[in-house]
T-cell receptor
Framework: DGGITQSPKYLFRKEGQNVTLSCEQNLNHDAMYWYRQDPGQGLRLIYYSQIVNDFQKGDIAEGYSVSREKKESFPLTVTSAQKNPTAFYLC???????????????FGEGSRLTVL | AQSVAQPEDQVNVAEGNPLTVKCTYSVSGNPYLFWYVQYPNRGLQFLLKYITGDNLVKGSYGFEAEFNKSQTSFHLKKPSALVSDSALYFCAVRDSGRAAGNKLTFGGGTRVLVKP
């Protein structure tokens, strides 16, 4: 079945450690996104990529990094520079590029990161 | 800039009664509007969208939403709520202009509790 797979579902990290969250999609979508969800704050965009080997910062990119070496994969690294990394992270994808796509996002099941 | 407001943190409704979840938006151009639902510790699921055409949009699970341009609103409705509709609901908007890319802006979410 087509969809978006995020792993791990739960992750614990010590302060000062980098951690990478995986996101893989087999929907043949061009665009991929990372959102952060905190209670009462909705979803905030971290990074997005509309095509392979290209990505842009979202609204809260500081302390995060991404890569888009393959169409199917968009991993997110939470670095030690992110001061408050405990959150629920959601990866999403959509068809097409700006002006072509009408914006429906398909979401993975999320990864919950807890900093100890 | 684009923004979304969901004025109610929580909506309580008895099973079988009508359900309404409010959403207002702000964009510089014409809006593309979306509703998503999230169950605990899961990703978001798409419910419905307004791109153009009829102001009343029908979606999944018996939900519908009405686009009102003069009031810049896109309220989600269901004529008869079920206990299984209890979840977190997000409204999202995107400016239809190409410069907006495919970036959705989400509201803070409204928790719906349907009591038997």
């Amino acid at each position: 079945d087509g969809g978006i797979t995020q792993s791990p579902k739960y992750l614990f990290r010590k302060e000062g450690q980098n951690v990478t969250l995986s996101c893989e999609q087999n929907l043949n979508h061009d665009a991929m996104y990372w959102y952060r969800q905190d209670p009462g704050q909705g979803l905030r965009l971290i990074y997005y990529s509309q095509i392979v080997n290209d990505f842009q910062k979202g609204d809260i990119a500081e302390g995060y990094s991404v890569s888009r070496e393959k169409k199917e994969s968009f991993p997110l690294t939470v670095t030690s520079a992110q001061k408050n990394p405990t959150a629920f992270y959601l990866c999403a994808s959509s068809r097409g590029l700006a002006g072509v796509n009408t914006g429906e996002l398909f979401f993975g099941e999320g990864s919950r990161l807890t900093v100890l | 800039a684009q923004s979304v407001a969901q004025p109610e943190d929580q909506v309580n409704v008895a099973e079988g009664n009508p359900l309404t979840v409010k959403c207002t938006y702000s964009v510089s151009g014409n809006p593309y509007l979306f509703w998503y639902v999230q169950y605990p510790n899961r990703g978001l699921q798409f419910l419905l969208k307004y791109i153009t055409g009829d102001n009343l949009v029908k979606g999944s699970y018996g939900f519908e939403a009405e686009f009102n341009k003069s009031q810049t609103s896109f309220h989600l409705k269901k004529p008869s709520a079920l206990v299984s509709d209890s979840a977190l609901y997000f409204c999202a908007v995107r400016d239809s202009g190409r410069a907006a890319g495919n970036k959705l802006t989400f509201g803070g979410g409204t928790r719906v509790l349907v009591k038997p």
